[in-house]
């Protein structure tokens, strides 16, 4: 049987960095696709400061849209972005095959790369996500990013990782929403020596600047698709070794990030809070009973108040990415400003 041999044209392609927003899919009043809310809504995004985007996220409800849905979502952010930012687009089908046809198909549109969640459904043994991706990693035309996300989906341990880095130079990198930091750096700790060109994304804002801190190039964050300034203002001190503003803007993050996600049900949240920026971007495909509904409106008006204080509320313009601060209470302030003393005091102490 012949061996197969993953070639690589993406060495001299840089990695991938920064804050990619899992953008929402705007759907209109009939239950489709608003592409034009869809285009308006990826300039502000990249007015706004986001380094990246990430269309058929799991933010963006992919497994609520049909492949054709998909592939179209794809070409309307491809052709709207026109080259401004990168594109790291959700590919993850059914199936190999299909999946294998996704990948080509939007490689061929004009992606960065691709993102695929190892295999959801069947709960697969390390092995057998190692052959899944090994396949795809094999047969593709993009560059392929790997998608840890085990709430949902297979997990993918570090010797697998690992394991692909080694065998797959088509594979450039992962995407970990697990939130576990020891996770991310043995990850980082096993595949930075033997390959340079693997970049490391942590998808759990909450955890933000401390991945950041341990090695991270980034966040596809579902915050920055609300707040970008915010995001992208924590992505900037982090490197500029700026650590004290990054966890003084993560503390203020947090609970942003913790009243979206527990708004009803995934990415709903996420929408309102879209909502307060201006943004109607539609119901999601998934029905809310009336009580849903109800405490989703609830979760709205405390986002709103939480967003209330952000200058860049009342800022537009230019001025977004340099005026980025928080008119808290002076008492809330210090509370931070104590945790965050408190925490980097521990943290030189080691």
Not at 166 to 171: A, F, N, Q, T, V
Not at 192 to 215: C, E, H, K, Q, Y
Not at 276 to 288: E, K, N, T
């Amino acid at each position: 049987m012949p061996v197969r041999v993953c070639y690589c044209l993406s060495m001299n392609k840089q990695p991938l960095s920064g804050v990619f927003t899992p953008n929402i899919t705007p759907i209109n009043s009939r239950g489709q696709l608003d592409e034009d809310t869809l285009r308006a809504y990826i300039d502000w995004l990249i007015e706004h400061g986001v380094h990246g985007l990430y269309p058929n996220g799991s933010t963006g409800e992919f497994v609520r849209f049909t492949p054709d849905e998909r592939k179209r979502v794809i070409e309307i952010v491809v052709d709207q972005t026109r080259g401004r930012v990168p594109i790291l687009a959700g590919a993850a089908e059914a199936n190999i095959e299909e999946t294998i046809r996704a990948c080509d198909t939007y490689g061929a549109l004009g992606v960065r790369a691709v993102a695929i969640v190892a295999p959801f459904y069947y709960r697969l043994a390390p092995d057998g996500v190692y052959a899944y991706f090994k396949e795809i990693a094999d047969r593709v035309s993009v560059d392929v990013t790997l998608y840890n996300i085990p709430m949902f989906a297979s997990p993918i341990d570090v010797p697998t990782v690992k394991r692909l880095a080694i065998e797959c130079p088509r594979i450039v990198g992962i995407k970990d929403s697990s939130g576990d930091i020891p996770h991310m750096m043995r990850m980082i700790a096993e595949v930075r020596p033997i390959r340079n060109d693997f970049f490391f994304m942590t998808g759990w804002d909450a955890s933000l600047v401390p991945m950041l801190m341990i090695g991270c190039d980034g966040g596809t964050n579902a915050t920055s698709g609300v707040v970008p300034e915010l995001t992208r203002a924590i992505y900037e001190a982090a490197k500029a070794g700026q650590w004290e503003r990054a966890m003084q803007l993560q503390y203020r993050l947090l609970p942003l990030f913790d009243a979206m996600l527990g708004t009803s049900e995934f990415p709903e949240g996420f929408r309102r809070g879209a909502k307060i920026r201006g943004w109607d971007l539609g119901l999601s495909r998934q029905p809310l009973t009336p009580q849903q509904s109800t405490a989703a409106d609830v979760a709205q008006s405390k986002i709103q108040q939480l967003l209330s204080g952000f200058d860049f509320m009342q800022t537009s313009g230019s001025n977004v990415r340099k005026n980025v601060s928080n008119s808290a209470t002076q008492s809330e302030d210090g509370v931070i400003d104590r945790i965050v003393s408190e925490v980097l005091q521990q943290l030189r102490a080691r």
